[in-house]
Nanobody, 120 residues
Framework: QVQLVESGGGLVQAGGSLRLSCEAS????????MGWFRQAPGKEREFVAA????????AYADSVKGRFTISRDNAKNVVYLQMNNLKPEDTAVFYC?????????????WGQGTLVTVSS
């Protein structure tokens, strides 16, 4: 069983940047497609980004394209989400997950989440 731990969230002003990390333990991360999701207060969880096992393929929600970049370092068992030009509407708890499904907004294993707050 893989365990995931997110970090890197915090308070940032609009236009600023943050880099989230998702560290895995228990199993090597390289066997999984990985994804990031977020859930804003009072809203349903939504897909943000996904990356293939090798890192060669990525996918993004339209709302973050051109601003967010997902990457991974399989040697370190870590997946990243670089977030630039943050907007107040990006405020949410961000979660990483294995085997993400962006149609159903689901995944297999989840971390506990990290809170990102963007002030205007």
């Amino acid at each position: 069983q893989v365990q995931l731990v997110e970090s890197g969230g915090g308070l940032v002003q609009a236009g600023g940047s943050l880099r989230l990390s998702c560290e895995a333990s228990g199993r090597t991360l390289s066997r999984y497609v990985m994804g990031w999701f977020r859930q804003a207060p009072g809203k349903e969880r939504e897909f943000v980004a996904a990356i293939s096992q090798s890192g060669g393929n990525t996918a993004y929600a339209d709302s973050v394209k051109g601003r967010f970049t997902i990457s991974r370092d399989n040697a370190k068992n870590v997946v990243y989400l670089q977030m630039n030009n943050l907007k107040p509407e990006d405020t949410a708890v961000f979660y990483c997950a294995t085997n993400p499904n962006w149609v159903t907004n689901s995944g297999d294993a989840w971390g506990q989440g990290t809170l990102v707050t963007v002030s205007s």
